[in-house]
Structures are given as structure tokens and as C-alpha cells.
């Protein structure tokens, strides 16, 4: 089988690297997704690790588009009964890019049509009752060319189970567990988030540094397909178990708000992980009064966009700096927004990486 998994622009190479520790072949990033080839049990095991990424997609088939007919008649030709069984539901959503056909809707009746023709003559049925589990259809055409996909996840991937509440615009986990991987923490060295909001960060860094599988207590989509062995998913989450790390960490979240810290505990209880994960109200602008005497430092501060005024970002950015400017055997990993960053911050950064959060285009600083 080949498997797509989307994931933010400038995570493709994290995502890869998550593949190839699985011992997945032939892994091949490209730009927003990363495709690789497996087994059932690689499917069920890409679900229950991947960090990164967004979603696990089953590639079916590829067509040429350049008009509806010839994208019927593409789809129409793909193995659809192998996956999908008669009373399967299998809605239908994607998208289209630099291609003569534009119109997502009009899409989705093609593909729908003829996905259910398909079914239709593999069955023998006129109607498809569509009541069983459902077995979502992704397309994405690109430059008049389409590809067809099951969605094998449900829910994103992003979506671990801890994190029912959140505080004003929350990090996004996949993005949290990339900056905790780019400041290759492994659980050895003090772990800080000063602006830790409602915890994903410092949750993430706990997961990383247990080893452990972040999606082990949460369900996927094609846990439910008829048509795959229920036994791939016991097993890949037996293997995830023994692969996990027993040891004691300094891991530390701060916030000025005790509402979010509130929050951020509750968060770790669900995410199995307050044995080894510690939150306090704090004010950023103090850290360097009380820091330990080396460490690593990763979070997102306000941006000015949406939490805060940008003049008030840029006070705090300095503030911040400013307290931190004494630290001498420390990392730090900074995501912002604030075009003004460095110069605020009082620091021009060793190294920065271009990463998304959601539509909101940041830089991670690191020093």
C-alpha cells in the first residue's frame, strides 16, 4: 500500500524522519505531505506515532483530470470494493490547485458518482445504503491531476485526546511536538515554557521524552473498516507500550494566568503524563530570576495578533529578553509572528526556521 501524510509547510522533513525511525520504506517528502509505502499494520502504527502530521491518507488510485468526464471515468476505474463494503458510508471532500477544474462542489459529485457506480456493479446494488462505518474519500487536484485517498485517521492527528479545553489561540499539538523535536529534546537536560498557555508544549515534551506514542489513547477512523484486521491495532499499540521510557524529568510550564494553568494540569492528567510534568503561575518576565543553571527553553509567546496588541507583544518580547539576557548554558526556541522579533527581543537568532501556525506565518528563533 502508499499512504500520504499532509502536515504543515516546513514539517516534511520532521514527519519523513518519524517514518524512517518506524522502519518505513521508500519514504518520500514533498512539499506539505510525505507519502510512504507499508503494510495494515504500517497504517495502524503511522496512526498511532506520528507526531507531525496531520492525517494517514490510503492512496487508491491516480487519474488525469482536465475534464469531469475524463476524472469519472478515473475514479470510476480504481479499486473502491476492496476497501469499501457495501453498506459503507463514504463521503466525499478535497480540494483543487493550478487545475482546470476548479469547482470543489461540482468535484464532489463527480467523484461520488462515480465511486458509487463502481460499488454499485461490485455489488450488484442500484442504491447504496451507506449505514455502516464510514470510510472517508479525500481527493486533491493538482495541475489537473487528481488523487484519491481514504482518510484512515478521522479526527486529525493533532487531536491526541488531551486537550478538550484550551485557552485563547492554542498551539496546535503537530506544531507544539515539531519545535520540541527541532530542540532535540530527548528528557536528559530542565525543559521550560514560560508562556505555556494551556500546556501543549511542555505535554508534548513529556510525551517525547517517555518515548511515548502520541496517539495511543485515541481512536482512528479505520479501526471501524470492515475491511481491515482489527488485530493490526492491538498489535501496534502492544509494540507502542514497549517501546515507551521510564525515568524522571524536569519538565516545567509557566503562565502568568492561573486559569490556563488550571487547564494545562488537567491537560497532563489526561495525557497520562503529570508524573513528569510540573505548571506554576509565573510571569515570563521574571525567568531569569529563578532559572536553573542550564536548560532549554520553548515556547510561543503572544504575537500580537490575535491575543495581544502588537505594541504590547513587542513590550513583552522586550521584557522577556531582558530576563533571560543573563542565561549562559541555555537553549532557546522561540516561535513568533512579530516581523520585529529579534530587534524587541534584543538578540539576533543563530538560526531560524520558517514554520506555519495554522494560516499564520511565524519564524522559530532559536539561540
Known amino acids: 500500500m502508499t499512504f500520504n501524510i499532509p502536515c504543515l509547510f516546513g514539517l516534511e522533513g520532521l514527519v519523513a524522519d518519524e517514518l524512517r525511525r518506524l522502519g518505513m520504506p521508500s519514504v518520500r517528502p514533498d512539499n506539505g505531505h510525505v507519502a510512504f509505502d507499508g503494510s495494515e499494520l504500517d497504517l495502524a502504527r503511522a496512526n498511532i506515532h506520528i507526531a507531525t502530521g496531520e492525517r494517514v491518507l490510503l492512496l487508491i488510485g491516480e487519474t488525469a483530470a482536465n475534464t469531469f468526464d475524463e476524472l469519472f471515468e478515473g475514479v470510476r476505474r480504481m479499486p473502491w470494493a476492496q476497501f469499501i463494503p457495501r453498506d459503507g458510508a463514504f463521503p ?31 455489488y450488484g446494488l442500484t442504491t447504496l445504503p451507506e449505514t455502516a462505518a464510514t470510510y472517508q474519500i479525500r481527493f486533491s487536484i493538482v495541475d489537473d491531476r487528481a488523487s484519491l485517498y481514504l482518510d484512515t485517521s478521522g479526527a486529525g492527528l493533532h487531536k491526541r485526546g488531551y486537550r478538550p479545553q484550551s485557552v485563547a489561540a492554542p498551539l496546535r499539538e503537530t506544531l507544539a511536538a515539531a519545535m520540541v523535536k527541532l530542540a532535540r529534546y530527548r528528557g536528559r537536560e530542565t525543559f521550560r515554557d514560560p508562556f505555556c498557555g494551556s500546556g501543549t508544549i511542555p505535554i508534548e515534551a513529556a510525551l517525547a521524552a517517555k518515548n511515548r506514542a502520541v496517539g495511543l489513547n485515541r481512536r482512528f477512523a479505520a479501526e471501524q473498516w470492515a475491511t481491515l484486521d482489527a488485530k493490526i491495532w492491538t498489535e501496534a499499540r502492544d509494540d507502542a507500550r514497549a517501546r515507551e521510557y521510564n525515568g524522571t524529568y524536569n519538565i516545567v510550564g509557566g503562565d502568568i494566568d492561573p486559569e490556563s494553568i488550571k487547564i494545562a494540569r488537567e491537560n497532563a492528567a489526561r495525557a497520562g503524563v503529570s508524573d513528569c510534568v510540573r505548571f506554576e503561575v509565573a510571569d ?23 491575543v495581544m496588541e502588537r505594541d504590547d507583544a513587542a513590550k513583552l518580547y522586550r521584557e522577556f529578553g531582558a530576563s533571560v539576557r543573563s542565561l549562559k548554558d541555555w537553549k532557546l526556541y522561540i516561535l513568533s509572528s512579530h516581523t520585529e522579533f529579534e530587534r524587541e527581543f534584543g538578540r539576533v537568532a543563530n538560526k531560524k526556521r520558517k514554520l506555519y501556525n495554522g494560516m499564520i506565518k511565524c519564524d522559530l528563533y532559536m539561540y
Open 284 to 306: 515570563a518576565r521574571e525567568f531569569g530570576n529563578n532559572a536553573d543553571t542550564s536548560g532549554v527553553i520553548v515556547t510561543n509567546p503572544p504575537y500580537g495578533e490575535r
Open 92 to 122: 466525499v471532500a478535497g480540494y483543487a490547485r493550478n487545475s482546470k477544474l476548479h469547482s470543489i462542489p461540482d468535484c464532489q459529485k463527480i467523484i461520488k458518482k462515480s465511486v458509487a457506480a463502481t460499488l454499485g456493479a461490485a
